[in-house]
């Protein structure tokens, strides 16, 4: 039996994991976490009697093995360096986490002997087309990213299209960069070491992403569409089981996908 936490478990990817950790045979739901609950009986959260409510982070934590954390790109870092230190696996889904921060989250879980993984996202078509990304750009360095995603997100641009461009970025020889002169700001989107990327944000859209790849005369376009939520369960579900067998803080799905 694997014991799990659910960080942002009021949320909109929180509630769908709490979800699958109730449905799932060998998961077992020992807490949910949110600093701004201030009713702490589990039955208010159709909750089972046996979970604990928690509104601030401490020891009583400890039973649990795995840490899953859908909570806030401003919460996630303090959120995982306490998992990490309560030796308790961290599952990370939240996007947000800066180099520094995740330098310093890697040197913890080798100091901790706590493995954990951070996860830009949890759905295959994502983790496919960043996969396939980095192939097209050994053939095509010159490359954009569009990524479209639902109004309520918080940050810009995502976890996954950063994760993409990083791929690529290793990928790729530097191409060449085209002059342009910009007569409204921000035309040309944001720059990760020379590639472009555009946020889109609207209603009725959950999270897609586009690379668009140029060459002589010919174009790859790479696309990508989570339509609900539940795209993303089948990897955390992954993920809470296999993060134990890691053997440090991995970043990306592919790390425990066979
Ligand atoms: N990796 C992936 O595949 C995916 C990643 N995400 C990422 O997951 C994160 C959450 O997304 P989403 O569920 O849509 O966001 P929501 O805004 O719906 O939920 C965030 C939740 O975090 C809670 N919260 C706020 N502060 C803290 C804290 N310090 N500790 C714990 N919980 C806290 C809030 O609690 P309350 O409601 O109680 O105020 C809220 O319910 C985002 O960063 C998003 O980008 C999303 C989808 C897939
Ligand atoms: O906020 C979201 O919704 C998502 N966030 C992650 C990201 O920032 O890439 C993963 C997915 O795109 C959904």
Redesign the pocket.
């Known amino acids: 039996m694997i014991n799990v936490i659910v960080?942002?478990?009021?949320?909109?990817?929180?509630?769908k994991t709490v979800e699958l950790v109730k449905q799932t045979a060998d998961f077992h739901l020992v807490g949910v976490?949110?600093?701004?609950?201030t009713e702490l009986q589990p039955q208010k959260y159709g909750l089972a009697d046996d979970v604990q409510v928690f509104n601030h982070l401490g020891t009583e934590m400890k039973s649990a093995d795995v840490w899953i954390?859908?909570?806030?790109?401003?919460?996630?870092f303090?959120?995982t360096k306490f998992a990490l230190k309560s030796h308790i696996h961290p599952v990370?889904?939240?996007?947000?986490l800066n180099e520094a921060q995740l330098t310093e989250l890697k040197a913890l879980a080798k100091t901790q002997q706590t493995s954990g993984l951070i996860?830009?996202?949890?759905?295959i078509s994502?983790v496919l087309l960043m996969k396939f990304a980095k192939e097209a750009a050994t053939y095509f360095p010159d490359v954009e990213i569009i990524e479209m995603h639902?109004e309520?997100?918080?940050?810009a641009p995502?976890?996954?299209a950063l994760s993409t461009a990083q791929a690529i970025s290793e990928a790729r020889k530097a191409p060449v960069q085209p002059e342009f002169k910009e007569s409204v700001k921000g035309a040309r989107g944001a720059d990760y070491q020379g590639i472009r990327i555009h946020s889109v944000r609207l209603p009725g859209y959950v999270?897609h992403e586009q690379v668009l790849f140029g060459g002589a005369g010919e174009a790859l376009t790479i696309r990508q569409d989570?339509f609900n939520?539940d795209s993303?369960m089948k990897?955390?579900a992954i993920a809470v089981r296999q993060v134990a067998t890691l053997s440090e803080l991995a970043v990306g799905l592919e790390n425990v996908l066979n």
Do not use: C, I, W
């Open positions: 960080a942002g478990f009021r949320g909109s990817m929180g509630q976490y949110s600093p701004h609950v954390d859908f909570s806030t790109p401003t919460a996630v303090e959120n990370v889904g939240t996007s947000g996860v830009p996202n949890f759905g994502a639902h309520d997100k918080l940050d995502s976890g996954t999270a989570s939520r993303f990897g955390v």
